[in-house]
């Protein structure tokens, strides 16, 4: 069992700034990618940022270099670091944890329970 938990997010007006954590725990073996969502009502969830056991990262097509994604493996813990934010970036921001549980039997994907971002003009 592998809980995924996410911290830091909050109201905020147009040109702040945001910084989101997650921190994974329990029967964790190995993470192999921790990455960052967000879904806003009658949309499908979309692909922030990700970030691989490596280090190497990928970030959403619709993104300009306002959102950096980092990682803390010791802690087994990523950031979504939002700067410059705009209204449009007003959702409910869900983390994503892949990874093998510990004893390397079981694959895990699991998610948190989301943290509301809301962005005023």
């Known amino acids: 069992q592998v809980q995924v938990v996410e911290s830091g997010g909050g109201s905020v007006q147009a040109g702040g700034s945001l910084r989101l954590s997650c921190a994974a725990s329990?029967?964790?073996?190995?993470?192999?990618?921790m990455g960052w969502y967000r879904q806003t009502p009658g949309n499908e969830r979309e692909m922030i940022a990700s970030?691989?056991?490596?280090?190497?990262?990928n970030y959403g097509y619709f993104l300009t270099g306002r959102f950096t994604i980092s990682r803390d493996s010791a802690k087994n813990t990523v950031y979504l670091q939002m700067n410059s934010l705009k209204p449009e970036d007003t959702a409910v921001y869900y983390c994503n944890v892949k990874g093998i549980t510990f004893g390397g039997i079981w694959k895990f994907d699991d998610w948190g329970q989301g943290t509301q971002v809301t962005v005023s003009s």
């Open positions: 970030i691989r056991s490596d280090g190497g990262t």
């Open positions: 329990g029967s964790i073996g190995r993470i192999d990618t």
